[in-house]
Structures are given as structure tokens and as C-alpha cells.
């Protein structure tokens, strides 16, 4: 078994690889190989017991994903993307990396079927960022994509290619909406929804850390080990019954700012909730606004994706996975 | 007020040309010149009383779209595409001109903006193909674009740039979903739903014509004319209540195959149905057998498009449009 991994040296492409390095097994095989790729050369795993090739790319090159299929990899990992702030910020690398880098790399993999019937699993994730205000209490597996931001508006052009490239049999793919990640290990990214992460992440190390907004704010989250556990069952799962709808909302926890804060009360005491300063940013609050809050995911728990239990949970696994 | 309309030579296009030719007015305002653009050269509209230039051009050169913005066009009609048959039969091409020249388009739009602040009305004429089983009974607002086509796949796409590019505010855009339009007039174009129309407008031209699916086979639709309203509606529409949703599924008129014929028999009579030669496809009536079916488009009502009465409407349409 050949993986590819793009967006390896991202945060979830990190953990995936040393996920991969510690239970080298995918889809039930042993993985003989892994090819792991981003704009900067990600870092090889400790140990690993496969083979390993690492490679610094720009997707966004017309013919760089050719390359990465010379040695036809059984399944691929498509991580990267530039996240919603930049996205927002620089509207060209937005669509330039997001949208035109997944068509090439999807466009390489047709020419590859074409060329020799290849036809590999490609695991997409996708993002909450697809769906946009009004919302239902909970967002079921029917609601319409209304993006309201440019980031959310590529990831769901990826799905609707995603579809199309799989019904026409180029590729078997699956999509994965993926919650917003917490706790987000190590130093903040440039998407706007840090502050969910950078709450509980600072006062657990003893540091300050700054809420933009009311603690009535409701979210969507998984813990990057579900995460990871979402690309590898991604990778698994039977993709005959999705039909043609093959992107999926995955399962996660809803909680409010006030039910994390009283989650990180309970791991770690008053002394750590203290920590938190109230700095309300109007740019920010308008921002969360337009965000889900709740998902009824049935499809996905129907296929056997799982969620964290609590929100409990997800501060346990980031004091496990990164503080021990 | 200048507009110009891209696809202009197809049946919908030279049906909004004839009518602005013969009320000259878009969005309250008297129209002064017509730019009519299509992969082949339309015809200019006879005793038109204001400017027309005539374009032959191919959106799918990168900066073919910048010429047509010269004059700064106040509203810009975007019907051109590969229908879906012939989307689904050469893939290159369909995502050539559907995708790619759509994005050109609204890239020359964003570069003329960033220029000096040009920022046209863009009407996007989207399809129900956006729409894939299974359905509920009626359609709503909130339904999942799910395509089983590469045609309704690149139309959701159009939908979601043109929704992006909308709320940055490089353009003012609004997408319409327009139903089957029946009854063609003229020649069958490669649309795979021609049945739809052939079925009345051949027997009433006492003609033979032949149905490949069962009259229980429900569909969605609005006459030639009930387009053009859209198109001129959706040109003067105030669109900030649209909010982020720019696209919307337009009002038509739901009936069997049996209620067409039973339309055609109020009509023309017994002998015209008796024209009507059952001969089961099954290659149609699987494509067909994912197309929608009835819609709730409560929004399209709410902002004032309106639909047909019935389908008997819809056959007096074609008697007095085309065969008087």
C-alpha cells in the first residue's frame, strides 16, 4: 500500500504521518511507502517502517501533481490549502492554491486513468466553512453550501469537482468536512477561529491568552486525533454507498465558549481560567457570526466516523498528545 | 444603460434580443446600445432603435472577456454553455467553456473594478441540473446542490464564484436556475430533456415526434418567454435582499408527460396526440430519472418572478410566439 500525502507539513498532516509512522496500516494493508509533499519540504518521520520521500512543491503549478503519481499511490491525502484569513486576505493565492492547485491535481490523476486505468482513493478534506448563515438549528446532510467567505467558497468548488472527477470513475474520492480543530497544537495559524484553540492551549501552559468573543458563542470542534482518525477511516470506508454525494459533515462536539471555559475549569482550576482576558474585537465577532454552530451528521456516524465524546476529551487528548 | 449579452445566438439569448428590441428598456431605464456576443457570430435584432454591436468570440481564451468590457456594459447577460449532453459527452470541453469561461469572465470583471471601481449587474443563467437525486417532494431554497452532470456540476461552481465575487463586491451578481424551457422552438439543440418540447411542437406542426420515457415522468418548466422575464427581473431586482445567497431556483410550472399531452389535446386536438410514437430509451430515462421534479422557490416568488399559469399557457406561448 502507496500513500501520498499533500499538506504533510501542515498540523494535520503531521499528526496523519505520525499516526501513519506509529500504526503503519491503511485501509487494512500494511503501507509499504509514504510521500509526503507541501510548499516547504515536510519533515520525515522518527522511525517510520516504510519507505519514505519527501518533496517540496507548489500545486498551484500547472504540471507539478504529475509528478507525484509517477509511482501511482493507492491513496491521497489532500490536505493543503491556505487557510480562511489568508484566504480572505489575498484573494489570488486564495483561489491560485485552493481551487486551481486541487483542479491540476485532480486534472494529473484523469490523465493518469487515462493513461493507464489508474485509480486511486483520494481523501479531500473539506471544511464547515462551506455552509453560511442562515442555519437550521443543527445542520443536516442536505443543507445547501452557502459559503461566506472565499476559502469556503474553494473547498466547496473542491467538493462539487471532487463529485464529478469520482461519478465519472477518474478516482474513487471522499470528502471530509472537517469541525473546527482543538486544541491546535504549537503557534497559531492565520485562520480567524484561533482564539477557540488559543484559550484553553495558553492557560494550560500558564499563559495569557485573549477571547475576542462572548462566551455565549456556540462552535463545532474534534481534536486533531479525531481528525486523524476521520482521514483514516476516509481512506477505509466503503464509498459505494455514498452514492454521488461524496462529501460528508463529520461528526464533532457543540459546545459554547462558556462550556470550553468550564472544560478547561475542570482539567486545570480557577488559577488557569483566570488566564483568560475578555478582549472583545468587533472584526472578529462579525467574522464567528457567519459560522456553524451545530451539525446533525447522520451520514457520517452512519458510515462510522466518531466523534470525541466532550469537550472534556478534547482537553485530555491535547494534555496526552502534546503536554506529556 | 448598455448591456450586453454573452451567449446571445443561442434560443434564450435571441429571445431576450427580440424583446429588448421591441421594449427598450432594462432595469427602468431605455436601453442605448447591445453588445451581442457568442462563439458565433449572433444576428443584429431588425428596427432596433438604439446601438448594436455584433461579437463573434470564444470565452474560454483567457482574456477574450476583456474586449467586451471596453464600454463599461451596465448589465451583463452571462447565458453562454455547453449544454448537458454534450458537457457530459466531451469533459475538456464542458469544463473549457462552462468553468474556465466563466472565470475569465468574472476575472475581467474583478481587474475592470480594481481599475475604476466598474461593478456591472451580472445575470448568471444557472439550471436546476444543480439539483441531484434524491429529492424531497418539492425542492426548497435550503436543498443541497448535489449534480449527477458535469454540466449542473460547472453551473454550481458558476454559482459559487458568482456569489464570491459578489460579496467582495467586484460585481453585483444574481444567478438564476431557470427550468426546462419548453417548448423549444426550432431544431432539437443536444440537451438530452429535447423530448419535453418535441412531443407538442412536432404534432403541432403535424409531425410525427417520439417519447422515450413513461407519461408518468414528472418535470419542471417555463416557456421561452416566462425566461426573458426572468433575465429582465433579475436585471432590475434589488439584490441586497438576496443577502449572500445570490442564486435562486426560478418559479415553473410541474407536470406529467400525460398533463403535456393532455395540454396538447385541449389544443390541437386527438389527431396531434395520435402523432405522439412511444419508443422507450433507456439511456434517456435513466438520465432522466435523476432530474428534479417540482421545486418550493419561494424566494424567486417572494422577489416577483413570475412563472407560467400551466402548461396549457405554455402551448399558447409557442402557437403565438412561433407558428403565428
Not at 492547485?101 to 479531500?124: K, M
Not at 445547501?144 to 472565499?150: E, I, R
Not at 470542534?221 to 481528525?227: C, E, K, V
Amino acid at each position: 500500500m502507496k500513500a501520498l500525502i499533500i499538506g504533510a507539513a501542515g498540523m494535520v498532516g503531521r499528526k496523519l504521518t505520525e499516526r501513519l509512522a506509529n500504526q503503519p496500516v491503511l485501509a487494512g494493508q500494511a503501507l509499504d511507502a509514504l510521500m509526503l509533499v507541501d510548499v516547504i519540504e515536510p519533515q520525515a518521520p522518527q522511525g517510520a517502517d516504510f519507505a519514505v520521500e519527501t518533496r517540496a512543491l507548489d500545486l498551484s503549478e500547472p504540471e507539478a501533481a504529475t509528478a507525484l503519481l509517477e509511482e501511482r499511490p493507492d491513496i491521497i491525502f489532500h490536505l493543503a490549502a491556505i487557510v480562511s484569513g489568508e484566504s480572505e486576505a489575498d484573494f489570488e493565492k486564495g483561489y491560485r492554491i485552493n481551487l486551481d492547485g486541487t483542479r491540476y491535481l485532480f486534472e494529473a490523476i484523469r490523465q493518469a486513468h487515462g493513461a493507464d486505468g489508474y485509480c486511486p482513493r483520494v481523501v479531500f478534506t473539506s471544511s464547515i466553512a462551506v455552509f453560511g448563515t442562515p442555519f437550521p438549528e443543527a445542520i443536516g446532510d442536505e443543507f445547501l453550501n452557502a459559503p461566506l467567505t472565499s476559502y469556503g467558497t474553494q473547498k466547496a468548488i473542491g467538493e462539487l469537482l471532487l463529485a464529478d472527477y469520482s461519478r465519472r470513475g477518474f478516482f474513487d474520492g471522499i470528502g471530509i468536512r472537517l469541525p473546527t480543530i482543538a486544541i491546535r497544537p504549537g503557534a497559531p495559524n492565520k485562520a480567524a477561529s484561533g482564539f477557540f484553540s488559543s484559550i484553553i492551549r495558553e492557560p494550560l501552559a500558564g499563559q495569557e491568552a485573549i477571547l475576542p468573543v462572548e462566551e455565549s458563542v456556540r462552535h463545532w470542534f474534534a481534536s486533531p486525533r479525531a481528525a486523524v482518525g476521520f482521514l483514516l477511516h476516509a481512506a477505509e470506508v466503503d464509498t459505494t454507498s455514498l452514492g454521488a454525494r461524496r462529501s460528508l459533515s463529520m461528526p464533532g462536539v457543540s459546545v459554547t465558549i462558556a462550556e470550553e471555559i468550564e472544560a478547561l475549569r475542570r482539567a486545570a482550576g480557577d488559577k488557569a481560567v483566570a488566564l483568560i482576558r475578555r478582549e472583545p474585537d468587533p472584526t472578529i465577532m462579525k467574522i464567528v457570526a457567519g459560522w456553524p454552530q451545530n451539525f446533525d451528521p447522520q451520514r457520517a456516524i452512519g458510515l462510522g466516523f466518531t466523534a470525541d465524546r466532550d469537550f472534556d476529551e478534547i482537553v485530555r487528548i491535547h494534555i496526552e498528545d502534546e503536554l506529556s
